[in-house]
């Protein structure tokens, strides 16, 4: 990624933040099939001014199939950050859609496997929010999207150590070990997230299970609820 934001791969540029298709996206869906094994790849951030990352052992698969898209991609990067990042997507476009390869109009799933990660070793190349001082695990999970969009996201997580600054000046909160399935999505009304029986444990304390946690945000009235129905200490 060059200073101005622009995403170079082999020659070919485009900007990421600009809607609509790219020449590279529409040269790389003109394939019926592309592959990659035992490859490298070194991503170089002049944006934000990040080291060089390398992923090893890089394998890649894209298979177009007229409306349908598919892909996988296997990356191990250093090993101090994650292991080996498992990465597949499927999409596809309406029967009659008039612009096909406008990859904002399609739908899909996106599914993402990673069995350790480093959180705070990535904060150099990911924009990871303040509060988090500490932290890894290992991360599995679905996104559901439409024209562009999340739509829809259902993930396993499994963190440990994980150190959160909830306010200036006052000690950490001290997750040692947090354990859920997270189900969140958005619809005409709001947003909603679910947390499916999760396991906390904080400082030196016992397993807390306070069962199903949902929390909802409606636009409409700006307000939101929490519905938290047990908690076992």
């Known amino acids: 990624r060059d200073a101005a934001g622009r995403i170079w791969v082999a020659g070919i540029s485009f900007d990421p933040r600009e809607s609509g298709s790219h020449a590279a996206s529409r040269w790389l869906l003109a394939q019926g099939d592309v592959s990659m094994r035992g490859g490298t790849v070194r991503w170089l951030d002049d944006m934000n001014?990040?080291?060089a990352l390398d992923f090893h052992d890089v394998a890649f698969r894209l298979r177009n199939n007229g409306r349908r898209h598919r892909a996988a991609l296997l990356a191990t990067p250093p090993p101090a950050l994650a292991s080996t990042i498992d990465l597949r997507a499927e999409f596809s476009h309406r029967l009659f859609e008039t612009r096909p390869k406008d990859m904002t109009r399609w739908r899909g799933t996106v599914y993402g496997n990673t069995d350790f990660i480093d959180l705070l070793e990535w904060r150099a190349w990911l924009p990871l929010p303040a509060?988090?001082?500490n932290g890894y695990g290992a991360?599995?999970?679905w996104a559901d999207f439409r024209d562009g969009r999340v739509h829809h996201v259902l993930a396993g997580v499994a963190l440990h150590d994980l150190d959160?600054?909830?306010?200036?000046?006052q000690p950490a909160l001290p997750l040692r070990d947090i354990v859920a399935r997270v189900d969140a999505g958005k619809d005409a009304s709001g947003h909603r997230v679910t947390l499916t029986d999760p396991q906390v444990r904080i400082g030196a304390g016992e397993v807390m299970t306070p069962g199903t946690v949902a929390a909802s945000y409606t636009a409409d009235t700006d307000a939101g609820e929490l519905r938290v129905p047990m908690m076992s200490l």
């Open 139 to 141: 991360l599995r999970g």
């Open 164 to 169: 959160l600054q909830l306010a200036g000046g």
């Open 131 to 133: 509060t988090v001082l």
């Open 49 to 51: 001014q990040a080291p």
